[in-house]
């Protein structure tokens, strides 16, 4: 009987414990100390911490329209079962352009950060260009990244860049640069349809 009981609060345990979906994982760096952020985003096939004014590039996914991969390594941080929301923004005004957000896995690099596991599936599928309704071209014009991280503690950090988004030139045939022109009118592009995740635009406004 004893035995039967012991099995019993085990199974129990499982099931309480997959409830929740995957554990924390292990702490990177201190995590009795605030999150350390660093937006990162992908340029030329490869992810890059980001500074002001570089470039990140515009690329068409597998699921239509044209994304921009961006997001977040982090230092203080229980990152396998993160949340990551990143928007675009105008830099001269509080206007969102786009936004996504998803769960994310960081994980430790070595360097200690944690750092996205796979840059199409824990970076964030940012939807662009077909939102743009301003005066300026969305491609090689200045935007605002910013990148919230809430981890599976619940504590929460923000990394802010401004930066360039470019048409990869071996996209050009795809229409990249013709679709993220601003246009007021005229021939209108013929561009993929948009369909780019799990987009929460409409959501924000």
């Not at 360097?111 to 260009?129: E, F, Y």
């Not at 619940?154 to 229409?175: K, S, W």
Request: charged share 20%.
């Amino acid at each position: 009987m004893l035995l039967m009981r012991a099995l019993v609060a085990t199974m129990a345990l499982s099931v309480v414990g997959g409830c929740g979906g995957e554990a924390p994982g292990p702490c990177v760096g201190d995590c009795t100390l605030p999150i350390v952020l660093e937006p990162v985003g992908m340029y030329t096939y490869e992810s890059h911490v980001l500074a002001d004014g570089d470039p990140v590039s515009i690329q068409p996914p597998l699921q239509g329209g044209y994304v921009m991969y961006v997001g977040v390594r982090a230092k203080n941080v229980h990152g396998l079962t993160a949340q990551l929301s990143a928007a675009i923004i105008d830099v001269d005004s509080p206007q969102v352009v786009a936004i996504e957000q998803r769960p994310v896995r960081l994980l430790d690099d070595g360097t200690g950060w944690a750092s996205p596991d796979i840059a199409s599936q824990d970076l964030a599928n940012v939807p662009v260009c077909s939102r743009v309704t301003g005066p300026e071209d969305f491609d090689r014009s200045p935007w605002r990244l910013e990148a919230r991280l809430t981890d599976s503690d619940g504590r929460t950090a923000v990394a802010t860049v401004v930066i360039e988004p470019r048409c990869a030139d071996d996209y050009d045939y795809l229409g990249c640069r013709c679709a993220c022109e601003a246009r007021a009118g005229g021939e209108p592009c013929t561009i993929m349809e948009q369909d780019a995740g799990v987009g929460a635009l409409d959501a924000a406004r």
